[in-house]
């Protein structure tokens, strides 16, 4: 397995540096986003500030200003009344103004204050100078009148429209002063009063001369009177002035006043326009900062898009184009003796260009092809073998050549028994003290089905007897749960951790060979045990019929080729059904078991012992005379008529009967005729007393007690006697 190194840029890398890359750029991007929200946040809260604070503005400068044209509304009423609740209602409305106005125009509503109390004294001193008026009037009545009564009738009518006419233009011009507010009109009327009251003193001053001297008086104290009248009003026509002033001045501060408030909202209303035109740009601001932030995250996601693309999407394309390749190969593998062109190219590449994962990937998988070629050119050449021993073979030749493992036994467990047994050994010099054992189920590896090895511990197997002298592997050989065998690699101590690591690895691959050994191996017993079933007898291990069927023209041929004969013996048990009734079957199942190992080790190697049927058997001698089969024939009996049968709690004695045939006695004979004959042979002597050997000869035919056909076939005979 590839060990990564330090500082390469493999894809790991490659990824984490465009993760952090683009977590950097996406917290710098959300930051300025955060840090422009909050700032266009606290603008539109500045902004809705600002709007309360100019609603509220604009009601209170629209009451102060309903406020003020109330004032300047009563202020005409006041001066032309002078009525106390008149003032009194301007007042608390000025008072009202002070405390909802700014600092700055409370100043001005301080002064018009004052100028109204101003007013309001000037008002008062003009309605003391009406009565002062009043009087003088009075007096120059009662006075005119004096003079009225003591001066002659040519007199009265003169000065008596000179009064009156004075009195008259007084009064319209006394209310011309009242009711005027300009004071150029004022000092016209001022000018009247001084022509009228000049005029009025020079006729008077003329009449005077033409009085006498008593009547003088009065007309001296009529002048006196038209003096202080005189006086008075141009006292009132004085204070009219200052009043007209100090309305003036206060019509001034109330203009101010409203300039100021008008001024105070058009600030308010300009502050709030500035605020909204911040926010506007504020927010124009962010739309772009916004879409230059989206177009950089576009231009982020492509290049990372890009960048994966180059590094990583691409080859990983190739990558999955060079699995799908291999998978094609792979379903071909066993077939072909080598991989090449497009895929070989694509692969070579990948690992001859790339330093990271998936270089070290595709060297993986070119390894693993090429170690899976080989494991598939091996089972090739596994399924080619005939035998499990060119198996063991050429397993033997991998081990040593390919894989270096120079020590080992290859143990095969035996059909049909609990023990295994070493069928090839291949040890150097160091180990050829190494004792031949046999496995029995003592041992770890078959009995665990796992892989035993004594390097961290040498006692691991108790059974291994030189766990001290030698270190070891058991790889067991199982197949679908059955241990078929077990492969042994012996080591010498002390290797290094290097030496071990290189062992270690090779049994690795060893097991892998094994593995695909193993279902070739497991078909051929299961083949050859199959053979064995359909051509042995499962209780005897004789031969059976079916294989006498499969084996008979090409022994028959042989025969013939050599000008040569075989001799048939049709051998039976007498009374072999007494035992099977008095003992049980398993006890007749021991006899001819035991009857077997008597036959087989009676003939020749080169003859044939089946099992015909039951408790019938035929001996098949081969390239035998008739003489010799009829000795070999009674021997058999003999040592059947012997032998003590052991059978559960018992020994048996027991007799065979015999029936002997020669092939060919004719050249149109066929084996199967002989075959007949020789159980006619054998069905005499069990009717001329049993435990005897009968020779066929053609007076049998007559004697028989009844017609025997003879087939043309491999039909099967029974036992004469029914045993």
Same mark, same amino acid.
């Given at each position: 397995?590839?060990?990564e190194?330090?500082?390469?840029?493999?894809?790991?890398?490659?990824l984490?540096?465009?993760?952090?890359?683009?977590?950097?750029?996406m917290?710098?991007?959300?930051?300025?986003?955060?840090?422009?929200?909050?700032?266009?946040?606290?603008?539109?809260?500045?902004?809705q500030?600002?709007?309360?604070?100019?609603q509220?503005n604009?009601?209170?400068?629209?009451?102060?200003t309903?406020?003020?044209?109330?004032?300047?509304?009563?202020?005409?009423?006041?001066m032309?009344?002078?009525?106390?609740?008149?003032?009194?209602?301007?007042?608390?409305?000025?008072?009202t103004?002070?405390?909802?106005?700014?600092?700055?125009?409370?100043?001005?509503?301080?002064?018009?204050?004052?100028?109204?109390?101003?007013?309001?004294?000037r008002?008062?001193?003009?309605?003391?100078k009406?009565?002062?008026?009043?009087?003088?009037?009075?007096?120059?009545?009662?006075?005119?009148?004096?003079?009225?009564?003591?001066a002659?009738a040519?007199?009265?009518?003169?000065?008596?429209?000179?009064?009156?006419?004075?009195?008259l233009?007084?009064?319209? =011009?006394?209310?011309?002063? /009242? #009711?005027?507010?300009?004071?150029?009109? @004022?000092?016209?009327?001022?000018? +009247?009063y &001084?022509?009228?009251?000049?005029?009025?003193?020079?006729?008077?001053?003329?009449?005077?001369?033409?009085?006498?001297?008593e009547?003088?008086?009065?007309?001296?104290?009529?002048?006196?009177?038209?003096?202080?009248?005189?006086?008075?009003?141009?006292?009132?026509?004085?204070?009219?002035?200052?009043?007209?002033?100090?309305?003036?001045?206060?019509?001034?501060?109330?203009?101010?006043?409203?300039?100021?408030?008008?001024?105070?909202?058009?600030?308010?209303?300009e502050s709030?326009?500035?605020?909204?035109?911040?926010?506007?740009?504020?927010?124009?601001?962010?739309?772009?900062?916004?879409a230059i932030?989206?177009?950089?995250?576009?231009?982020?996601?492509?290049?990372?898009?890009?960048?994966?693309?180059?590094?990583?999407?691409?080859?990983? =394309?190739?990558?999955?184009? /060079? #699995?799908?390749?291999?998978?094609?190969? @792979?379903?071909?593998?066993?077939? +072909?003796? &080598?991989?090449e062109?497009?895929?070989?190219?694509?692969?070579?590449?990948?690992?001859d260009?790339?330093?990271?994962?998936?270089?070290?990937?595709?060297?993986?998988?070119?390894?693993?092809?090429?170690?899976?070629?080989?494991?598939?050119v091996?089972?090739?050449?596994?399924?080619?073998?005939?035998?499990?021993?060119?198996?063991?073979?050429?397993?033997?030749?991998?081990?040593y050549?390919?894989?270096?493992?120079?020590?080992f036994i290859?143990?095969?467990?035996?059909?049909?028994?609990?023990?295994?047994?070493s069928?090839?050994?291949?040890?150097e010099?160091?180990?050829?003290?190494?004792?031949?054992?046999?496995?029995n189920?003592?041992?770890?590896?078959?009995?665990?089905?796992?892989?035993?090895?004594?390097?961290s511990?040498?006692?691991?197997?108790?059974?291994?007897?030189l766990?001290?002298?030698?270190?070891?592997?058991?790889?067991?050989?199982?197949?679908?749960?059955q241990?078929i065998?077990?492969?042994?690699?012996?080591?010498?101590?002390?290797?290094?951790?290097?030496?071990?690591?290189n062992?270690?690895?090779?049994?690795?691959?060893?097991?892998?060979?094994?593995?695909?050994?193993l279902p070739?191996l497991?078909a051929?017993?299961?083949?050859?045990?199959?053979?064995?079933?359909?051509?042995?007898?499962?209780?005897?291990?004789?031969?059976?019929?079916?294989?006498?069927?499969?084996?008979?023209?090409?022994?028959?041929?042989?025969?013939?080729r050599r000008?040569?004969?075989?001799?048939?013996?049709?051998?039976?048990?007498?009374?072999?059904?007494?035992?099977?009734?008095?003992?049980g079957?398993?006890?007749?199942?021991?006899?001819?078991?035991?009857l077997a190992?008597?036959?087989?080790?009676?003939?020749?190697?080169?003859?044939?012992?089946?099992?015909?049927?039951?408790?019938?058997?035929?001996?098949?001698?081969?390239?035998?005379?008739?003489?010799?089969?009829?000795?070999?024939?009674?021997?058999?009996?003999?040592?059947?008529?012997q032998?003590?049968?052991?059978?559960?709690?018992h020994t048996?004695?027991?007799?065979?009967?015999?029936?002997?045939?020669?092939?060919?006695?004719?050249?149109?004979?066929?084996i199967?005729?002989?075959?007949?004959?020789?159980?006619?042979?054998?069905?005499?002597?069990?009717?001329?007393?049993?435990?005897?050997?009968?020779?066929f000869?053609?007076a049998?035919?007559?004697?028989?007690?009844?017609e025997?056909?003879?087939?043309?076939?491999?039909?099967?005979?029974?036992?004469?006697?029914?045993?």
């Open positions: 397995m590839p060990v190194r330090k500082g390469r840029w493999t894809l790991r890398t490659q984490r540096a465009i993760i952090i890359s683009a977590t950097v750029s917290l710098l991007l959300g930051g300025l986003s955060t840090w422009r929200i909050r700032q266009f946040n606290q603008r539109e809260n500045a902004l500030q600002t709007a309360i604070d100019l509220d604009l009601k209170n400068n629209f009451a102060n309903q406020l003020l044209r109330e004032i300047e509304a009563g202020l005409p009423l006041y032309h009344s002078g009525k106390t609740d008149t003032f009194n209602n301007i007042l608390s409305k000025i008072n103004l002070q405390h909802t106005l700014s600092a700055e125009i409370k100043d001005q509503v301080q002064t018009f204050r004052k100028k109204l109390l101003i007013l309001q004294k008002t008062g001193d003009l309605r003391g009406d009565d002062e008026i009043f009087r003088a009037e009075r007096n120059i009545v009662q006075a005119t009148d004096r003079l009225l009564q003591s002659g040519q007199f009265i009518f003169q000065i008596q429209n000179l009064t009156s006419d004075t009195c233009k007084h009064h319209h =011009l006394y209310n011309t002063v /009242l #009711l005027t507010s300009e004071p150029k009109k @004022l000092q016209r009327t001022v000018q +009247e &001084e022509a009228l009251f000049n005029a009025t003193e020079n006729e008077l001053k003329n009449i005077a001369q033409q009085l006498p001297a009547q003088q008086k009065f007309i001296d104290n009529i002048l006196e009177n038209f003096s202080d009248l005189k006086q008075t009003v141009t006292a009132i026509i004085n204070i009219r002035g200052e009043t007209l002033a100090t309305k003036n001045e206060i019509e001034k501060i109330i203009v101010d006043i409203k300039t100021n408030i008008a001024s105070a909202s058009i600030t308010q209303a709030s326009s500035t605020t909204m035109d911040s926010v506007l740009r504020l927010a124009r601001n962010n739309l772009i900062f916004m932030s989206l177009v950089l995250a576009a231009f982020m996601l492509a290049l990372i898009a890009l960048l994966l693309n180059q590094s990583m999407v691409k080859p990983l =394309l190739a990558f999955s184009d /060079l #699995l799908q390749k291999m998978t094609r190969i @792979l379903t071909g593998l066993r077939k +072909e003796s &080598e991989f062109g497009e895929f070989s190219d694509l692969l070579t590449s990948m690992t260009g790339r330093q990271d994962e998936i270089g070290q990937v595709a060297t993986a998988i070119e390894n693993l092809l090429k170690r899976l070629r080989e494991l598939a091996f089972r090739q050449a596994v399924e080619a073998d005939d035998t499990s021993d060119e198996i063991y073979q050429r397993l033997a030749r991998t081990f050549y390919k894989l270096h493992l120079k020590n290859i143990f095969e467990a035996l059909e049909n028994k609990k023990e295994m047994v069928i090839l050994r291949h040890l010099d160091n180990f050829q003290g190494i004792p031949e054992v046999s496995l189920e003592d041992c770890r590896a078959r009995r665990t089905g796992a892989m035993v090895s004594s390097f511990d040498p006692h691991t197997c108790s059974f291994f007897p766990g001290e002298q030698i270190r070891y592997v058991c790889v067991p050989m199982q197949v679908s749960g241990i065998g077990i492969v042994q690699f012996v080591f010498l101590p002390g290797l290094s951790e290097e030496e071990q690591r062992a270690l690895q090779a049994l690795t691959q060893a097991r892998h060979y094994i593995a695909e050994a070739v497991q051929k017993r299961l083949a050859n045990r199959l053979k064995i079933m359909a051509t042995e007898d499962q209780l005897t291990g004789l031969y059976n019929r079916h294989y006498l069927e499969n084996n008979l023209d090409r022994m028959v041929s042989g025969i013939k000008n040569s004969s075989i001799c048939v013996l049709m051998c039976d048990l007498d009374h072999f059904k007494d035992v099977n009734d008095t003992y079957h398993d006890a007749g199942d021991k006899v001819l078991i035991q190992k008597i036959l087989l080790n009676a003939v020749r190697e080169a003859d044939m012992v089946i099992r015909f049927g039951g408790e019938e058997f035929m001996i098949l001698l081969l390239d035998s005379g008739q003489e010799t089969s009829r000795e070999m024939a009674e021997r058999i009996r003999k040592e059947v008529q032998y003590k049968f052991r059978i559960p709690g048996i004695r027991m007799t065979m009967s015999i029936g002997i045939a020669n092939f060919p006695e004719a050249p149109d004979q066929g199967w005729e002989a075959f007949k004959l020789a159980d006619i042979a054998l069905y005499h002597a069990k009717e001329e007393g049993r435990n005897r050997v009968v020779q000869d053609h049998l035919l007559h004697r028989s007690k009844k025997t056909s003879v087939p043309e076939d491999s039909t099967n005979t029974q036992a004469k006697d029914g045993d």
